[in-house]
T-cell receptor, first 111, second 112 residues
């Protein structure tokens, strides 16, 4: 079963603009992770935010986590054509030993 | 430092046949998880192996089975293939709990 609900399902922006994707989940979590997938290939781990963290940065990526609302957002600043991909949030529940993925957001960066 | 290696890359099988997919984890990782990703969907957890035993299992039928070897590599076996088993099968390795996972590039299985 999919826990995460991602919004929007698809996003198309111009190069240089910022892209924001949102994720909601249902249960208590240990951490939440964001992954990128290019053209149906393997997933690339982008960033992990623990349940006791509210915000985390990595390069052009900024992730926020609101455990009271059970939601997270991924912001990609100054987007590039190479950022075109599908982005997935995945929750890691306490003791569950597995990731539960959302449906993903398809991001297209137009040159 | 090699990441997660999966083989084969692509596979075409006939309905009713059996298939074995292979995964070598990232160096230093001792846990292997398998996921199924249907077209346009997010990955779904199949099972996880640690210390050569299945530690956790998702909502998949017994036709899906696995194995982990002493060198931490793993196999995913699917028996009596159905058309609906066509998907990208992803292997992920990790060390410990609560850490990020490293995914392989996947095996694209097509059942005809």
């Amino acid at each position: 079963s999919q826990q995460g609900e991602e919004d929007p399902q698809a996003l198309s922006i111009q190069e240089g603009e910022n892209a924001t994707m949102n994720c909601s989940y249902k249960t208590s979590i240990n951490n939440l992770q964001w992954y990128r997938q290019n053209s149906g290939r393997g997933l690339v781990h982008l960033i992990l935010i623990r349940s006791n963290e509210r915000e985390k940065h990595s390069g052009r990526l900024r992730v926020t986590l609101d455990t009271s609302k059970k939601s997270s957002s991924l912001l990609i600043t100054a987007s590039r054509a190479a950022d075109t991909a599908s982005y997935f949030c995945a929750t890691d529940e306490w003791g569950a030993q597995k990731l539960v993925f959302g449906q993903g957001t398809r991001l297209t960066i137009n040159p | 430092d090699a990441g997660v290696t999966q083989s084969p890359t692509h596979l075409i099988k006939t309905r009713g046949q059996q298939v074995t997919l292979r995964c070598s984890p990232k160096s230093g990782h001792d846990t292997v998880s398998w996921y199924q990703q249907a077209l346009g969907q997010g990955p779904q957890f199949i099972f996880q192996y640690y210390e050569e035993e299945e530690r956790q299992r998702g909502n998949f039928p017994d036709r899906f089975s696995g194995h982990q070897f002493p060198n931490y590599s793993s196999e995913l076996n699917v028996n009596a293939l159905l058309l609906g088993d066509s998907a990208l099968y992803l292997c992920a390795s990790s060390w410990g709990q609560g850490a990020g996972y490293t995914f392989g590039s996947g095996t694209r299985l097509t059942v005809v």
